[in-house]
T-cell receptor
Framework: AQSVTQLDSHVSVSEGTPVLLRCNYSSSYSPSLFWYVQHPNKGLQLLLKYTSAATLVKGINGFEAEFKKSETSFHLTKPSAHMSDAAEYFCVVRGSYSGAGSYQLTFGKGTKLSVIP | SQTIHQWPATLVQPVGSPLSLECTVEGTSNPNLYWYRQAAGRGLQLLFYSVGIGQISSEVPQNLSASRPQDRQFILSSKKLLLSDSGFYLC??????????????FGSGTRLTVV
C-alpha cells in the first residue's frame, strides 16, 4: 500500500519569493511520484513526474521537485512565485496495477497556494 | 490531439434524486477511464476505473455506479443521492501504461452539491 501526505493545506507567499510545497510519501516499493496543479474551474494538469531516473525533476512553469529516498520526500519548489501560480497542488504516488498496463493513483489532500502581490 | 470532456460543470441536486455525469474522450481509442471524487478537506479518491467497454472496477463501495456503453464514454450514476455524495468529481483517461507521456489527463470536473 502507498500513501501521500501533503504537510500544508495552505501556503501563502509574496510574488517574486520562493515557493516550497511539501510532500512525504510511503510506498512498499520504489515509487513513481507526480505533482499536479489545478487552477480554479480547470482540470488537473501534470507539472512533473519522477520515475526512478534523475532525482531532481524539472517540470513546466519553472517548477522542480527533488526525490529524497532517505527522507521519503518529494517537495515541490520554484525560485520565484508568479501571480499565475496561485492554484491547488496535488502530490501523487503511483499505486497498484489496475490491469491493461495502467496503474491507480493515490492523491494527497492538496495544498492551496496563494500569491500576494 | 486528445481531448476529454466532462459535464455538467456544476450541479445542485436534492437528496434522493438520481445522478448522471458524463465523460467522453476524443482523439484516441481504447483508453483507460477513471472517475475520481474529491470531498471537502480530503484527497482525490478513485471511485471506478474501466479498461474496456462494459468493464468496470469499483474501488469504494457506495451508492454510485459507473458504466461504459461506448469505447470513449464513461458515465457516473446514482439512483438516489445522499448528502455525503457532495464533492468534486473528476473524469480521467490514460493510455496503456498510465505514465507514458503525458500520463493521466483529467477533465475539468463537476462540482456536485446535494441539498
Amino acid at each position: 500500500a502507498q500513501s501521500v501526505t501533503q504537510l500544508d493545506s495552505h501556503v501563502s507567499v509574496s510574488e517574486g519569493t520562493p515557493v516550497l510545497l511539501r510532500c512525504n510519501y510511503s510506498s512498499s516499493y520504489s515509487p513513481s511520484l507526480f505533482w499536479y496543479v489545478q487552477h480554479p474551474n480547470k482540470g488537473l494538469q501534470l507539472l512533473l513526474k519522477y520515475t526512478s531516473a534523475a532525482t531532481l525533476v524539472k517540470g513546466i512553469n519553472g517548477f522542480e521537485a527533488e526525490f529524497k529516498k532517505s527522507e521519503t520526500s518529494f517537495h515541490l519548489t520554484k525560485p520565484s512565485a508568479h501571480m499565475s501560480d496561485a492554484a491547488e497542488y496535488f502530490c501523487v504516488v503511483r499505486g497498484s496495477y489496475s490491469g491493461a498496463g495502467s496503474y491507480q493513483l493515490t492523491f494527497g489532500k492538496g495544498t492551496k497556494l496563494s500569491v500576494i502581490p | 490531439s486528445q481531448t476529454i470532456h466532462q459535464w455538467p460543470a456544476t450541479l445542485v441536486q436534492p437528496v434522493g434524486s438520481p445522478l448522471s455525469l458524463e465523460c467522453t474522450v476524443e482523439g484516441t481509442s481504447n483508453p483507460n477511464l477513471y472517475w475520481y471524487r474529491q470531498a471537502a478537506g480530503r484527497g482525490l479518491q478513485l471511485l471506478f476505473y474501466s479498461v474496456g467497454i462494459g468493464q468496470i472496477s469499483s474501488e469504494v463501495p457506495q451508492n454510485l455506479s459507473a458504466s461504459r456503453p461506448q469505447d470513449r464514454q464513461f458515465i457516473l450514476s446514482s439512483k438516489k443521492l445522499l448528502l455525503s455524495d457532495s464533492g468534486f468529481y473528476l473524469c480521467a483517461w490514460s493510455r496503456g501504461e498510465g505514465f507514458s507521456l503525458p500520463g493521466y489527463t483529467f477533465g475539468s470536473g463537476t462540482r456536485l452539491t446535494v441539498v
